[in-house]
């Protein structure tokens, strides 16, 4: 019959009084670094998986899950392709679009951007910029009116307000008796949108896609932008569609349009798990402190239990059960600590930053200003693992030492 009394010494070492108080206060410490270091890796990577929940969606917002490329033509018949599209029971939006480079003036500044030639009564389905406007109206971008919507940061570079006009710039040259002369065209500005995004707010101009045509000089889209059910399946849905539609057309979706942005996030995410999971790793170990101190003022009673019968492994899983036990009280408080952290540092940073009279994330320089938090119990569940882990390990040595006294050595000035 099994006989536990390895479990009941352990836990009663634990539990019992002292008499040296410095190891008392070595295993608080030890409990309470611990505790320290599972809190803060649990916040740290709530607040990384927020900023990459929120930045995930604002680029996602403007690029869509997925874009379908014609390798034949120009999209000749985008419409007809865009309804075979539709019919698969995930995609959720299609729409047309150009892109192209150009440069914008306005009163002696001159200004690169990015231009897109939308559909508007479409772009609804595969984007949110038309959410995202702070003045004029979407629905504003009516072909052959040559109206544009331009991004915030854009528009107070070249001091331009909704109703202003200015000059459009295409690389498109045309031949003239005086020679070679970039194409130009005066459009009206309908809207300012604001995404939150630099690359976005400072350099994306969006006009109609009859008005981009004509400016560009091209028969139909470039492609078309497709919007999944599922952002995390978009990859595999997105050439699942491709199959079906008959000709060469081929796919790119958003993981190969930012790889190496998100790659540059996880690899962020990965560093700061390491570099935190040193200070649970530091805390774990100073069970080693607190385990041999204990061994050394426990050698009489480890002898006696060796006296009558008590196996090497018996004393040794009796000090791992201690050091365990230290361990797995500092992983609950810090798990506790750090998910409640974690779920209302939105509300506690705005509260501090109002005490202090600063703010952490000014949005004159980070577009980001709030701290988000997203909290994943799938990390919750890897550091809890880790920290025990480490505690587990740190056992080992102190409890093989213990294993290891000789009784008559241990009671010979007893």
């Known amino acids: 019959m099994y006989n536990p009394f390895e479990i009941f010494i352990g836990l009663r070492y634990v539990r019992a009084k002292r008499r040296n108080h410095f190891i008392s206060f070595i295993s608080l410490i030890s409990m309470l670094g611990i505790a320290l270091g599972v809190m803060a890796l649990i916040t740290v990577l709530s607040v990384m998986n927020g900023f990459e929940k929120e930045l995930t969606s604002r680029i996602l917002g403007m690029v869509s899950h997925a874009t379908v490329v014609d390798y034949d033509s120009n999209f000749a018949d985008w419409e007809t392709v865009s309804l075979k599209i539709k019919e698969h029971p995930e995609i959720i939006g299609v729409a047309p679009y150009i892109e192209a480079e150009g440069m914008v003036v306005f009163n002696k500044k001159v200004k690169g951007t990015a231009i897109q030639g939308i559909l508007p009564e479409r772009e609804y389905e595969v984007s949110v910029v038309s959410e995202k406007l702070i003045s004029g109206d979407f629905d504003d971008l009516v072909p052959r009116e040559f109206g544009v919507i331009i991004g915030s940061e854009l528009a107070r570079f070249l001091g331009v307000f909704v109703g202003d006009k200015l000059t459009v710039v295409a690389p498109n040259a045309n ?4 020679g070679i002369l970039p194409r130009l ?49 978009a990859p595999v849905i997105s050439r699942e569609v491709v199959k079906q539609i008959p000709g060469t ?15 540059a996030l996880k690899t962020e995410k990965t560093v700061m798990f390491v570099i935190l999971t040193l200070i649970v790793a530091v805390a774990a170990f100073n069970i080693i402190s607190t385990l041999v101190m204990m061994v050394t003022d426990k050698q009489a009673d480890i002898a006696v239990l060796r006296t009558i019968g008590s196996s090497p492994f018996s004393i040794m899983t009796i000090f791992m059960i201690q050091g365990t036990i230290i361990g797995i009280v500092g992983i609950i408080l810090g798990v506790i600590s750090g998910v409640w952290l974690a779920t209302n540092v939105e509300t506690l940073v705005p509260s501090i ?16 200003s ?25 056992t080992i040595f102190p409890a093989w030492r213990a294993a290891h006294i000789q009784p008559a050595e241990a009671l010979r000035y007893e």
């Open 249 to 263: 057309y081929g796919v790119i979706d958003w993981t190969q349009q930012h790889a190496n942005f998100f790659r």
């Open 175 to 178: 031949a003239t008796p005086a």
């Open 185 to 233: 065209k005066q459009f009206q500005v309908k809207g300012i949108f604001e995404i939150g995004m630099h690359e976005y707010d400072s350099a994306l101009v969006l006009m109609h896609i009859d008005d981009a045509g004509r400016l560009f000089r091209k028969n139909g889209p470039d492609a078309l932008r497709i919007k999944t059910v599922d952002l995390i399946r």
């Open 353 to 368: 930053e109002s005490i202090l009279g600063i703010k952490f994330l000014s949005p004159d320089v980070y577009y980001i």
């Open 370 to 394: 709030d701290l988000p938090s997203d909290l994943h119990w799938s990390d919750v569940l890897v550091i809890s693992g880790v920290s025990f882990l480490f505690s587990l390990i740190a």
